[in-house]
Nanobody, 118 residues
Framework: QVQLVESGGALVQSGSSLTLSCVVS????????MGWYHQAPGSQRELLAT???????GYKEHIKDRFSIFRDNTRNTVFLQMNKLEPEDTGVYYC????????????WGQGTRVTISS
């Protein structure tokens, strides 16, 4: 059973930085592409950033100059470095493996809440 534990969320001011972490267990972490997802209040969860098993990254356009995804396979952890945070970044952030989601082999963790005050 895949387990995902996100952390690092906080209430911060606009313009601040945060680094989110997600520890993954129950799967051979290094073999899987990973993603960070954002669910804004009242909105659907959306995929923001991805990193492949070979460290190739991809981003949604509106965050690509401010956020950075990276991973540490020795710690089974994927990170999201978020800079120049804006009120629109408020929401709950989740990590997951897109391939495992498609195969119904993963569910969602509790997420980590980020609140940006203007």
């Amino acid at each position: 059973q895949v387990q995902l534990v996100e952390s690092g969320g906080a209430l911060v001011q606009s313009g601040s930085s945060l680094t989110l972490s997600c520890v993954v267990s129950g799967v051979e972490f290094s073999l899987y592409d990973m993603g960070w997802y954002h669910q804004a209040p009242g909105s659907q969860r959306e995929l923001l950033a991805t990193i492949t098993s070979r460290d190739v990254t991809g981003y949604k356009e509106h965050i690509k100059d401010r956020f950075s995804i990276f991973r540490d396979n020795t710690r089974n952890t994927v990170f999201l470095q978020m800079n120049k945070l804006e009120p629109e970044d408020t929401g709950v952030y989740y990590c997951n493996a897109p391939a495992l989601l498609k195969l119904n082999r993963s569910s969602w963790g509790q997420g980590t809440r980020v609140t940006i005050s203007s």
